[in-house]
Protein backbone atom coordinates (compact mmCIF):
# COMPACT_ATOMS: atom_id res chain seq x y z
CA UNK A 1 0.00 0.00 0.00
CA UNK A 2 1.30 3.21 -1.10
CA UNK A 3 1.19 5.42 2.24
CA UNK A 4 -0.95 9.37 1.61
CA UNK A 5 1.02 12.25 0.93
CA UNK A 6 0.70 13.46 4.59
CA UNK A 7 2.25 10.31 5.80
CA UNK A 8 6.11 11.04 7.34
CA UNK A 9 7.76 8.58 5.04
CA UNK A 10 6.88 10.82 1.69
CA UNK A 11 9.00 13.38 4.00
CA UNK A 12 11.80 14.69 2.24
CA UNK A 13 15.20 15.30 4.46
CA UNK A 14 17.25 17.68 3.07
CA UNK A 15 20.86 17.40 4.21
CA UNK A 16 22.31 19.34 6.86
CA UNK A 17 24.49 22.14 5.52
CA UNK A 18 27.87 22.73 7.38
CA UNK A 19 28.96 26.56 7.55
CA UNK A 20 32.36 28.10 8.91
CA UNK A 21 31.72 30.58 11.46
CA UNK A 22 35.28 31.57 12.52
CA UNK A 23 38.96 31.66 11.91
CA UNK A 24 41.62 31.02 14.00
CA UNK A 25 44.89 31.34 11.75
CA UNK A 26 48.85 31.18 13.62
CA UNK A 27 51.23 31.31 10.67
CA UNK A 28 54.79 31.78 9.44
CA UNK A 29 53.61 35.41 7.34
CA UNK A 30 51.67 36.31 10.12
CA UNK A 31 50.10 35.77 13.87
CA UNK A 32 46.19 36.37 13.41
CA UNK A 33 43.79 35.80 11.18
CA UNK A 34 43.61 39.50 9.37
CA UNK A 35 47.50 39.48 9.59
CA UNK A 36 47.78 35.94 8.27
CA UNK A 37 45.43 37.18 5.26
CA UNK A 38 47.39 40.73 4.48
CA UNK A 39 50.50 39.34 4.16
CA UNK A 40 48.98 36.15 1.93
CA UNK A 41 47.12 38.91 -0.44
CA UNK A 42 50.15 40.66 -0.56
CA UNK A 43 52.63 37.92 -1.29
CA UNK A 44 54.26 38.20 1.91
CA UNK A 45 56.73 35.27 2.66
CA UNK A 46 57.11 34.01 6.08
CA UNK A 47 60.26 31.72 5.12
CA UNK A 48 63.31 32.94 6.61
CA UNK A 49 66.27 31.39 8.07
CA UNK A 50 65.93 28.64 10.91
CA UNK A 51 66.47 29.94 14.41
CA UNK A 52 65.49 27.00 16.67
CA UNK A 53 68.62 25.05 16.56
CA UNK A 54 72.13 25.30 14.60
CA UNK A 55 71.88 24.42 10.84
CA UNK A 56 75.61 24.93 10.35
CA UNK A 57 76.53 22.28 8.09
CA UNK A 58 73.19 21.66 6.96
CA UNK A 59 71.95 21.35 3.23
CA UNK A 60 68.77 23.41 4.33
CA UNK A 61 68.81 25.78 6.43
CA UNK A 62 65.38 27.91 5.88
CA UNK A 63 61.92 26.83 7.35
CA UNK A 64 58.36 28.77 7.42
CA UNK A 65 58.70 29.50 11.18
CA UNK A 66 55.98 31.21 13.26
CA UNK A 67 58.69 34.26 14.71
CA UNK A 68 57.43 36.30 17.73
CA UNK A 69 54.55 33.59 18.77
CA UNK A 70 54.20 33.97 22.88
CA UNK A 71 54.27 30.77 23.77
CA UNK A 72 53.34 31.51 27.47
CA UNK A 73 50.27 33.49 26.66
CA UNK A 74 48.10 29.52 25.84
CA UNK A 75 50.48 27.33 28.14
CA UNK A 76 51.54 28.04 31.52
CA UNK A 77 55.45 27.72 32.59
CA UNK A 78 54.67 24.82 34.63
CA UNK A 79 52.79 22.93 31.49
CA UNK A 80 55.32 23.84 28.69
CA UNK A 81 57.62 21.31 29.91
CA UNK A 82 55.29 18.04 29.14
CA UNK A 83 53.57 19.45 25.78
CA UNK A 84 54.94 19.93 21.89
CA UNK A 85 55.11 23.20 20.56
CA UNK A 86 51.93 22.21 18.76
CA UNK A 87 49.66 22.62 21.45
CA UNK A 88 49.85 26.73 21.93
CA UNK A 89 50.08 26.99 18.45
CA UNK A 90 46.71 25.04 17.73
CA UNK A 91 45.40 26.46 21.65
CA UNK A 92 45.87 29.60 19.73
CA UNK A 93 44.24 29.50 16.66
CA UNK A 94 40.83 27.66 18.68
CA UNK A 95 41.27 30.67 20.80
CA UNK A 96 40.90 33.26 17.98
CA UNK A 97 38.02 30.99 16.47
CA UNK A 98 35.83 30.62 18.46
CA UNK A 99 35.86 34.51 19.61
CA UNK A 100 35.33 34.18 15.91
CA UNK A 101 32.43 32.81 16.11
CA UNK A 102 31.09 34.83 19.28
CA UNK A 103 31.37 31.03 21.36
CA UNK A 104 31.97 31.91 24.71
CA UNK A 105 33.52 28.35 26.64
CA UNK A 106 33.80 29.96 29.58
CA UNK A 107 30.24 30.41 29.88
CA UNK A 108 28.78 27.74 28.72
CA UNK A 109 26.78 24.60 30.82
CA UNK A 110 28.32 21.18 30.88
CA UNK A 111 25.66 20.05 28.57
CA UNK A 112 26.22 22.85 26.39
CA UNK A 113 30.09 21.78 26.14
CA UNK A 114 28.95 18.59 25.31
CA UNK A 115 27.58 19.66 22.29
CA UNK A 116 30.63 20.79 20.80
CA UNK A 117 33.38 18.60 19.68
CA UNK A 118 37.01 18.58 18.57
CA UNK A 119 38.84 17.02 15.24
CA UNK A 120 42.81 18.27 14.80
CA UNK A 121 44.39 17.22 11.70
CA UNK A 122 47.97 17.01 12.43
CA UNK A 123 50.85 14.64 10.48
CA UNK A 124 53.23 14.32 12.60
CA UNK A 125 51.38 15.99 16.30
CA UNK A 126 53.83 16.06 18.95
CA UNK A 127 57.09 13.99 17.15
CA UNK A 128 59.21 16.96 17.69
CA UNK A 129 59.04 16.50 21.49
CA UNK A 130 59.35 13.18 21.21
CA UNK A 131 62.73 14.04 19.52
CA UNK A 132 63.58 16.26 22.02
CA UNK A 133 62.82 13.27 24.84
CA UNK A 134 65.18 11.03 23.15
CA UNK A 135 68.14 13.41 22.79
CA UNK A 136 67.51 14.24 26.57
CA UNK A 137 67.33 10.02 27.57
CA UNK A 138 70.33 9.65 24.70
CA UNK A 139 72.43 12.59 26.28
CA UNK A 140 72.65 11.24 29.59
CA UNK A 141 69.50 13.78 30.67
CA UNK A 142 66.93 11.38 31.24
CA UNK A 143 65.93 13.31 34.29
CA UNK A 144 65.33 16.52 32.43
CA UNK A 145 62.40 14.43 30.66
CA UNK A 146 58.84 14.87 31.03
CA UNK A 147 56.52 12.58 33.50
CA UNK A 148 54.21 12.71 30.51
CA UNK A 149 56.56 11.68 27.35
CA UNK A 150 53.88 9.09 26.99
CA UNK A 151 50.73 10.63 26.71
CA UNK A 152 52.50 13.63 24.76
CA UNK A 153 53.69 11.26 22.02
CA UNK A 154 50.84 9.87 21.39
CA UNK A 155 48.97 11.35 18.71
CA UNK A 156 45.26 11.59 20.14
CA UNK A 157 46.43 13.65 23.49
CA UNK A 158 46.73 16.15 20.84
CA UNK A 159 42.89 16.90 20.45
CA UNK A 160 42.66 16.21 23.89
CA UNK A 161 44.83 19.33 25.20
CA UNK A 162 42.51 21.01 23.28
CA UNK A 163 39.43 20.15 24.48
CA UNK A 164 40.90 20.26 27.82
CA UNK A 165 41.88 24.12 27.11
CA UNK A 166 38.27 25.01 26.57
CA UNK A 167 36.59 22.46 28.24
CA UNK A 168 34.86 20.59 25.54
CA UNK A 169 33.25 17.59 25.84
CA UNK A 170 32.11 16.40 22.45
CA UNK A 171 33.70 14.20 20.46
CA UNK A 172 37.86 14.85 20.88
CA UNK A 173 39.51 13.00 17.89
CA UNK A 174 43.01 13.37 15.68
CA UNK A 175 42.93 12.86 12.23
CA UNK A 176 46.50 12.00 10.88
CA UNK A 177 47.06 10.54 6.88
CA UNK A 178 49.92 12.63 6.12
CA UNK A 179 49.25 16.27 4.60
CA UNK A 180 45.89 15.85 3.90
CA UNK A 181 45.29 15.02 7.59
CA UNK A 182 43.59 18.94 8.41
CA UNK A 183 41.88 18.55 4.97
CA UNK A 184 40.50 15.03 6.21
CA UNK A 185 40.22 16.76 9.51
CA UNK A 186 37.52 18.84 8.11
CA UNK A 187 35.54 16.53 5.85
CA UNK A 188 35.42 14.30 8.53
CA UNK A 189 33.82 17.07 10.97
CA UNK A 190 31.93 18.01 8.47
CA UNK A 191 30.13 14.66 7.84
CA UNK A 192 29.83 14.19 11.42
CA UNK A 193 27.41 17.72 11.33
CA UNK A 194 25.65 16.92 8.24
CA UNK A 195 24.81 12.96 9.49
CA UNK A 196 23.41 14.82 12.35
CA UNK A 197 25.89 13.68 15.12
CA UNK A 198 26.78 16.60 16.49
CA UNK A 199 25.54 20.43 15.45
CA UNK A 200 29.13 22.00 16.50
CA UNK A 201 32.76 20.82 16.12
CA UNK A 202 36.41 22.94 16.04
CA UNK A 203 38.16 21.45 13.21
CA UNK A 204 41.64 22.45 11.72
CA UNK A 205 45.08 21.59 11.77
CA UNK A 206 48.34 22.21 13.49
CA UNK A 207 52.14 20.63 12.75
CA UNK A 208 54.91 22.11 14.22
CA UNK A 209 58.20 19.52 12.59
CA UNK A 210 60.75 22.35 12.88
CA UNK A 211 63.44 19.94 14.47
CA UNK A 212 66.59 18.35 13.79
CA UNK A 213 66.24 14.97 13.39
CA UNK A 214 62.99 15.56 10.94
CA UNK A 215 64.81 17.87 9.31
CA UNK A 216 67.71 15.64 8.80
CA UNK A 217 65.05 13.04 7.64
CA UNK A 218 63.86 15.15 4.83
CA UNK A 219 67.08 15.81 3.38
CA UNK A 220 67.95 12.58 3.25
CA UNK A 221 64.84 11.92 0.86
CA UNK A 222 66.14 14.99 -1.28
CA UNK A 223 62.49 16.11 -1.70
CA UNK A 224 63.58 19.85 -0.14
CA UNK A 225 64.80 22.96 -1.62
CA UNK A 226 68.66 23.11 -1.03
CA UNK A 227 69.59 26.19 -3.05
CA UNK A 228 68.25 29.25 -1.58
CA UNK A 229 69.50 28.97 2.21
CA UNK A 230 70.57 32.66 1.58
CA UNK A 231 67.58 34.19 -0.21
CA UNK A 232 65.16 32.22 1.99
CA UNK A 233 61.80 34.15 0.22
CA UNK A 234 62.64 32.69 -2.55
CA UNK A 235 62.86 28.82 -1.50
CA UNK A 236 59.70 27.94 -1.80
CA UNK A 237 58.92 27.84 -5.65
CA UNK A 238 55.74 25.66 -6.05
CA UNK A 239 55.13 25.37 -10.24
CA UNK A 240 58.72 27.29 -11.20
CA UNK A 241 60.86 24.77 -13.69
CA UNK A 242 63.84 25.56 -11.18
CA UNK A 243 61.98 24.45 -8.17
CA UNK A 244 63.86 22.35 -6.06
CA UNK A 245 61.80 20.49 -3.03
CA UNK A 246 59.34 21.85 -0.37
CA UNK A 247 60.32 24.32 2.85
CA UNK A 248 59.53 22.72 6.05
CA UNK A 249 57.30 25.07 8.00
CA UNK A 250 54.59 25.15 11.03
CA UNK A 251 51.81 26.55 11.66
CA UNK A 252 47.97 26.01 13.22
CA UNK A 253 44.53 27.07 11.35
CA UNK A 254 41.50 25.96 12.87
CA UNK A 255 37.80 26.56 11.94
CA UNK A 256 34.53 26.51 14.30
CA UNK A 257 32.39 24.47 11.64
CA UNK A 258 28.08 24.72 12.62
CA UNK A 259 24.69 23.53 11.43
CA UNK A 260 23.62 26.39 9.30
CA UNK A 261 20.20 26.46 10.70
CA UNK A 262 21.69 26.44 14.27
CA UNK A 263 24.21 29.18 13.62
CA UNK A 264 21.49 31.39 11.54
CA UNK A 265 19.25 30.98 14.81
CA UNK A 266 21.89 32.04 17.29
CA UNK A 267 22.56 34.99 15.14
CA UNK A 268 26.62 34.15 13.50
CA UNK A 269 27.93 35.70 10.35
CA UNK A 270 28.67 33.11 8.35
CA UNK A 271 32.07 33.00 7.19
CA UNK A 272 31.46 30.15 4.29
CA UNK A 273 30.30 26.61 3.63
CA UNK A 274 31.95 23.46 2.95
CA UNK A 275 29.77 21.83 0.53
CA UNK A 276 31.44 18.80 -0.54
CA UNK A 277 34.59 16.41 0.57
CA UNK A 278 36.33 13.94 -1.89
CA UNK A 279 39.08 11.26 -0.58
CA UNK A 280 40.99 8.84 -2.39
CA UNK A 281 44.31 6.30 -2.30
CA UNK A 282 45.97 5.16 -5.01
CA UNK A 283 47.52 2.67 -2.85
CA UNK A 284 50.62 2.99 -5.16
CA UNK A 285 53.84 4.02 -3.29
CA UNK A 286 55.15 5.28 0.21
CA UNK A 287 55.86 8.78 -1.50
CA UNK A 288 55.47 8.82 -4.75
CA UNK A 289 52.39 9.98 -6.70
CA UNK A 290 51.00 7.63 -9.85
CA UNK A 291 52.01 9.67 -13.01
CA UNK A 292 48.36 9.59 -14.19
CA UNK A 293 47.30 11.83 -11.43
CA UNK A 294 43.56 9.54 -11.52
CA UNK A 295 43.23 9.73 -8.38
CA UNK A 296 44.18 13.43 -6.98
CA UNK A 297 41.32 14.44 -9.91
CA UNK A 298 38.44 11.65 -8.76
CA UNK A 299 39.04 13.14 -4.97
CA UNK A 300 38.06 16.59 -6.26
CA UNK A 301 34.86 14.84 -8.54
CA UNK A 302 33.70 13.44 -5.45
CA UNK A 303 33.37 16.63 -3.48
CA UNK A 304 32.52 18.29 -6.58
CA UNK A 305 29.85 15.41 -6.84
CA UNK A 306 28.73 15.77 -2.97
CA UNK A 307 28.27 19.28 -3.30
CA UNK A 308 26.20 19.03 -6.70
CA UNK A 309 28.50 21.92 -8.13
CA UNK A 310 29.58 21.09 -11.40
CA UNK A 311 33.35 21.45 -12.24
CA UNK A 312 32.65 25.06 -14.74
CA UNK A 313 31.10 26.42 -11.39
CA UNK A 314 34.47 26.35 -9.54
CA UNK A 315 35.98 29.93 -9.29
CA UNK A 316 39.29 28.88 -7.69
CA UNK A 317 41.51 26.07 -6.80
CA UNK A 318 43.91 26.41 -3.92
CA UNK A 319 46.49 24.02 -5.40
CA UNK A 320 49.05 21.82 -2.92
CA UNK A 321 51.52 22.92 -5.28
CA UNK A 322 54.33 22.10 -2.50
CA UNK A 323 57.30 22.68 -5.15
CA UNK A 324 58.56 19.31 -5.83
CA UNK A 325 59.24 18.10 -9.07
CA UNK A 326 56.65 15.17 -8.74
CA UNK A 327 54.43 17.07 -6.80
CA UNK A 328 53.18 19.71 -9.22
CA UNK A 329 53.74 18.32 -12.59
CA UNK A 330 50.78 15.43 -11.36
CA UNK A 331 48.78 17.73 -9.24
CA UNK A 332 48.32 20.12 -12.55
CA UNK A 333 47.77 16.84 -14.59
CA UNK A 334 44.98 15.77 -12.06
CA UNK A 335 43.38 19.31 -12.34
CA UNK A 336 43.34 18.68 -16.24
CA UNK A 337 41.63 15.15 -15.18
CA UNK A 338 39.23 16.54 -12.89
CA UNK A 339 38.13 19.87 -14.88
CA UNK A 340 38.52 19.58 -18.22
CA UNK A 341 38.43 22.08 -20.70
CA UNK A 342 37.77 24.11 -17.67
CA UNK A 343 41.25 23.80 -16.24
CA UNK A 344 42.61 25.85 -18.42
CA UNK A 345 40.24 29.16 -17.66
CA UNK A 346 40.73 28.22 -13.76
CA UNK A 347 42.63 30.37 -11.73
CA UNK A 348 44.36 28.86 -8.77
CA UNK A 349 47.39 29.30 -6.22
CA UNK A 350 49.70 28.01 -3.36
CA UNK A 351 49.71 29.27 -0.39
CA UNK A 352 52.86 27.48 0.24
CA UNK A 353 55.10 29.26 -1.81
CA UNK A 354 54.53 32.22 0.88
CA UNK A 355 54.74 30.29 4.30
CA UNK A 356 56.45 26.83 3.08
CA UNK A 357 54.66 23.71 3.52
CA UNK A 358 53.58 22.84 7.23
CA UNK A 359 52.75 19.26 6.49
CA UNK A 360 49.35 18.12 8.42
CA UNK A 361 48.05 21.45 9.14
CA UNK A 362 48.65 22.61 4.88
CA UNK A 363 45.02 21.92 3.94
CA UNK A 364 43.36 24.15 6.93
CA UNK A 365 45.67 26.88 5.68
CA UNK A 366 44.61 26.33 2.22
CA UNK A 367 40.92 26.67 3.30
CA UNK A 368 41.46 29.49 5.81
CA UNK A 369 43.30 31.51 2.75
CA UNK A 370 40.34 30.23 0.44
CA UNK A 371 37.47 31.30 2.65
CA UNK A 372 38.99 35.03 3.38
CA UNK A 373 39.55 35.07 -1.19
CA UNK A 374 35.97 34.49 -1.25
CA UNK A 375 34.94 37.02 1.61
CA UNK A 376 37.18 40.05 -0.04
CA UNK A 377 37.30 38.54 -4.03
CA UNK A 378 40.78 38.56 -3.98
CA UNK A 379 42.85 35.47 -5.23
CA UNK A 380 46.33 35.16 -3.25
CA UNK A 381 49.56 35.10 -5.47
CA UNK A 382 51.71 32.49 -6.36
CA UNK A 383 55.32 33.52 -5.55
CA UNK A 384 58.65 32.40 -7.62
CA UNK A 385 57.18 31.48 -10.70
CA UNK A 386 60.03 32.39 -12.15
CA UNK A 387 60.65 29.90 -15.05
CA UNK A 388 58.05 28.44 -17.18
CA UNK A 389 57.57 24.88 -16.92
CA UNK A 390 55.91 23.40 -19.84
CA UNK A 391 54.18 20.43 -18.01
CA UNK A 392 52.72 23.21 -15.43
CA UNK A 393 51.20 25.20 -18.22
CA UNK A 394 48.14 26.22 -15.47
CA UNK A 395 46.73 29.83 -14.01
CA UNK A 396 48.79 29.52 -10.85
CA UNK A 397 48.44 33.90 -10.42
CA UNK A 398 51.74 34.53 -10.68
CA UNK A 399 53.60 36.36 -8.33
CA UNK A 400 50.66 39.17 -8.15
CA UNK A 401 46.77 39.03 -6.50
CA UNK A 402 44.01 39.26 -8.74
CA UNK A 403 40.58 40.72 -8.23
CA UNK A 404 37.74 37.96 -8.86
CA UNK A 405 34.36 37.02 -7.15
CA UNK A 406 34.07 33.31 -6.21
CA UNK A 407 31.34 31.45 -5.35
CA UNK A 408 32.70 28.00 -5.53
CA UNK A 409 36.47 27.18 -4.95
CA UNK A 410 38.28 23.88 -4.39
CA UNK A 411 40.95 23.37 -1.78
CA UNK A 412 43.37 20.42 -2.57
CA UNK A 413 45.98 18.31 -0.70
CA UNK A 414 48.10 15.45 -1.84
CA UNK A 415 49.76 12.78 0.82
CA UNK A 416 52.85 10.54 1.38
CA UNK A 417 51.42 7.16 1.24
CA UNK A 418 49.42 7.54 -1.85
CA UNK A 419 46.40 9.57 -0.27
CA UNK A 420 44.32 12.66 -1.90
CA UNK A 421 41.82 14.83 -0.49
CA UNK A 422 39.35 17.67 -1.34
CA UNK A 423 37.09 19.98 -0.42
CA UNK A 424 34.22 22.36 -2.41
CA UNK A 425 33.88 25.70 -0.43
CA UNK A 426 31.01 27.81 -0.90
CA UNK A 427 30.85 31.80 -0.54
CA UNK A 428 28.52 32.92 2.31
Not at 122 to 147: A, D, I, K, M, P
Amino acid sequence: MVPPRGDPLHTIHMPRRVVITGIGAVSPNGIGTEAFWCATRKGISGVGPITRFDTSGLAVRVAGEVKDFREEDYVTAKDRPHVSRATPLAVAAVTEALQWAGLDTAAMSREELRGIGVVVGSGGGSVEFTEEQYRLYHSGNWRQCSVYVVPTSTMGTLASEVSMRFGLRGLSHVISTGCTSSTDALGYASQMIRAGGLDTIVAGGVDAPIAPLILRGFIAMRIMSQAWNDEPERASRPFSRDRGGFVIAEGAWFFVLEEREKALARGATILGEIAGYGSTCEAYHRVRLEECGEEPARAISLALEQAGVPAEAVGYLNYHGTGTELNDRIETRAVKLAFGPHAYHLPGSSLKSLIGHPQGACGAAGVAATLLAMRDGVLPPTANVEVPDPECDLDYVPETGRRVGIEYAVANCIAFGSKNSALVLRCA
